[in-house]
């Protein structure tokens, strides 16, 4: 089964991979990691693929690239690498119970470049678990944001993607409950989505309006890569949508 | 009359801030730049207002900071500056005729990062040019995702936002008509889209079909940083946003 965690960086990708596959170990399974992120300085786990090994950003840097170029050149230099890389990661995935995929730290290397596209075309029904942070949830539109941003991942990469709330151990219980409620309740989203009076609101609201439509209700999972909560969840999903290839309502 | 250019690292915004505000000043307008990219090493334009002032990546780098956490730590702290950078902005508007702001190299810095929101909110009416490279548009579902994600954008930020297709001088004649077919022929790209057999393409053809009704059609301008083509149309577009607050079918 593959495990593909995606997210903006800090929303916490290397921290779960490391987790949660500890989590998915202790429960007696054999797990492998792949790492995709050129830019990572120590990782928190073994990686069986580290795309460190052929391109890092620091070495782009030392050849006079800035930041933002030198991460952009390391998927430019990998995307000749990439049929070498997917065998690697397919061979794993025959021998073990678990492969987790640990993306770039920029999400919109793996989304907007064509080296995601041609590692994610080429695996068998993954699953990507999109990681959010609570910090982005201020608005009622922001909740209509992160749902759809999770839709135009599967448009865009083809995967199954489960929408992730990391980071729940930094959240008090009423807040918690408010944002499972706007997440999960369509209607109730809607009602607060129709109270909004700018163009913003009036945008959501249709946009939201028209998400069942689209895509079949996909559960949201409430983690935390610190204390290990929802890690059961996920590996539940994980499991199901193995089973299922892809029904995760 | 505010354009900020948006788009991922290497799509051009920092080349098209430059060679956009030359073309404006060369009719007579008064024309302020604004860099908000804490990561970009050179620029080709004089900015009025740049963050860089306050931090840039490189020294966040210096600091012991890997290349994603150094960006992400940049906004973190440009945060508690974000008014006075706001009043800056505020006030240049009200003096010159243009004022052009090129935003972080990471297009998720800007969209996902409270800094981004903070800065567009603050805003009168500014117009989002969202650029895109032809390199990304291969399959018929990536153009519902260009189509669809100028609009997340729209939802994120409150602002109104115009997909530009840049670097049209890369190329080919015949190429760019196909192009533009897609990209404006809802009905075309919808009978496309239903011809693909894969989840993805169903799933493309679901979210199309439902874009009319979410958004009327914004048209899409063809631009070159590089030969100055569709800067007329981009100056238009501009104006009459400025004109009719926000109506540009």
New interface residues.
Partial sequence: MILIFLG???SGKTTITASFGGYLEKNGNSVGYVNL?T???KLPYKPDIDVRDIIT??EL?KEGY???????ESYDRLLSHADEILSGILELDEELDYLLIDTP?????FL?H?FG?RITSGLKEPLAAYLFGP??L?RP??Y??VK??A??I???L?TTTVPVLNKVDLIREEELSSIRRLLEDIDYLNARLKLDP???GF??Y??CS?LP???PPVRVVYASAKTGEGFDELETLSYEHYCTC?DLT
Same sequence: chains 1, 2.
Avoid: H, W, Y
């Avoid at 800035?66 to 952009?72: D, H, K, S, T, Y």
């Fill in positions: 903006t960086a800090g992120d830019g990572v300085k950003v620091e840097m800035g930041p933002n170029g030198a991460i952009v730290g920029q999400m919109e290397s907007f064509e596209m910090d982005i201020r539109s922001d209509c944001f759809f941003f839709i135009m599967d448009l865009r083809g700018s163009m913003q945008l959501a249709r946009i028209f439509e689209v895509s892809g």
